[in-house]
């Protein structure tokens, strides 16, 4: 069994679509969540598959998280969605929804009770400049998603991503996030900049390629802004840089995982747990991982 130093937390793709992209860019915005890579939904599954796929997962890992992201879990139609929460939950599982939030309140009643922590995206502390990232009306929602959840009680984090621009904003999103964490329990905020992964281009290197080392002292000036909030900064990622180990479990059972290469155009696929197993897909990846590293080296 894979233990929770080895994994502590599993990622769970019910889809790879995403709604934000069905706002308005703002005027000076290059386009909706650019940042971002596009790709059509390539996840078909059933509700028993899903059942099937976590119950693999909490019997070959000690992991006490279920991360629910995408492309955005929170989407019109049905992903299984409800489903999968409450029987990650049922399971054993803490559970982290990751949403843009878009259509959360209309989904809240069947989403609630099964949610550990509800991860929300916001790039600025102000309309003006988180919409230029998420389209017209995003921070207005992210207003009133926040208002609700305060209301109940329900457990925050927060994911911002930066420009050079943007990353002057950091105070005044920190005051508004501490002004938060004084209504309810937030647990993290997830600050990145640019990470090209295999998409980069020209244009986005312009918007979002400034300097690490600005970046990451940017970030450490807030650090003492939110009390009792951890931080963590996720900064431009380079050749040589090493990344978090990640493994990606579709909702059909297909396992990949991030093995560290920037060129890479996706995930590496490693298998199908329900076919080989979770655990030996994860130490495939371990062993792949290591060698990507060995290569990298000579």
Same mark, same amino acid.
Request: some cysteine; proline content about 4%; glycine content about 6%.
């Given at each position: 069994?894979?233990t929770?130093?080895?994994?502590?937390?599993?990622?769970?793709?019910?889809?790879?679509d995403?709604?934000?992209?069905?706002?308005?860019?703002?005027?000076?915005?290059? =386009? *909706?969540?650019?940042?971002?890579?596009? &790709?059509?939904?390539?996840? $078909?599954?059933?509700?028993n598959?899903v +059942?099937?796929?976590?119950d693999r997962?909490?019997?070959?890992?000690?992991?006490?998280?279920?991360?629910?992201?995408?492309?955005?879990?929170?989407?019109p139609?049905?992903?299984?969605?409800?489903?999968?929460?409450?029987?990650?939950?049922?399971?054993?599982f803490?559970t982290?929804?990751?949403t843009?939030g878009?259509?959360?309140?209309?989904r809240?009643?069947?989403?609630?009770?099964?949610?550990?922590?509800?991860?929300?995206?916001?790039?600025g502390?102000?309309?003006?400049?988180?919409?230029?990232?998420?389209?017209?009306?995003?921070?207005e929602?992210f207003?009133?998603?926040v208002?609700?959840?305060?209301?109940?009680?329900?457990r925050?984090?927060?994911?911002?991503?930066?420009?050079?621009?943007?990353?002057?904003?950091?105070?005044?999103?920190?005051?508004?996030?501490? =002004? *938060?964490?004084?209504?309810?329990?937030? &647990?993290?905020?997830?600050? $990145?900049?640019?990470?090209?992964?295999? +998409?980069?281009?020209?244009?986005?290197?312009e918007?979002?390629?400034?300097?690490?080392?600005?970046?990451?002292?940017?970030?450490?000036?807030?650090?003492?802004?939110?009390?009792?909030?951890?931080i963590?900064?996720?900064?431009?990622?380079?050749?040589?840089?090493?990344?978090?180990?990640?493994?990606?479990?579709?909702a059909?059972?297909?396992?990949?995982?991030?093995?560290g290469?920037?060129?890479?155009p996706?995930?590496?696929?490693?298998?199908?747990?329900?076919?080989d197993?979770?655990?030996?897909?994860?130490?495939?990846?371990?062993?792949?991982?290591?060698?990507?590293?060995m290569?990298?080296?000579?």
């Amino acid at each position: 069994m894979l233990t929770h130093d080895e994994l502590g937390i599993v990622h769970l793709v019910l889809n790879t679509d995403c709604n934000a992209w069905d706002l308005a860019p703002t005027n000076t915005s290059p =386009g *909706v969540c650019r940042f971002c890579y596009r &790709e059509r939904n390539r996840v $078909s599954t059933d509700a028993n598959t899903v +059942r099937r796929v976590i119950d693999r997962v909490r019997a070959e890992s000690e992991a006490h998280r279920c991360v629910f992201t995408g492309g955005d879990p929170v989407m019109p139609y049905d992903n299984h969605l409800e489903i999968a929460l409450r029987h990650a939950t049922e399971v054993g599982f803490e559970t982290n929804l990751h949403t843009n939030g878009l259509l959360l309140s209309e989904r809240y009643i069947g989403l609630r009770d099964h949610v550990t922590i509800y991860s929300l995206a916001v790039d600025g502390p102000d309309a003006e400049t988180a919409n230029w990232f998420r389209g017209q009306g995003y921070f207005e929602r992210f207003l009133s998603n926040v208002e609700f959840l305060t209301a109940d009680q329900r457990r925050l984090a927060f994911n911002t991503f930066t420009t050079a621009g943007s990353v002057k904003e950091l105070p005044r999103l920190a005051q508004l996030i501490a =002004g *938060v964490a004084q209504q309810t329990d937030v &647990e993290y905020w997830l600050i $990145s900049q640019y990470r090209p992964i295999g +998409r980069a281009n020209t244009r986005k290197a312009e918007i979002y390629g400034f300097e690490r080392d600005d970046f990451v002292r940017a970030v450490d000036d807030v650090r003492d802004m939110v009390d009792g909030v951890a931080i963590y900064a996720q900064p431009t990622r380079a050749p040589e840089d090493q990344y978090p180990f990640r493994v990606w479990v579709l909702a059909d059972g297909t396992v990949t995982a991030d093995l560290g290469s920037v060129a890479a155009p996706r995930n590496e696929v490693l298998g199908d747990l329900l076919v080989d197993g979770f655990e030996p897909l994860v130490r495939r990846a371990f062993a792949l991982r290591e060698q990507t590293q060995m290569e990298g080296i000579a």
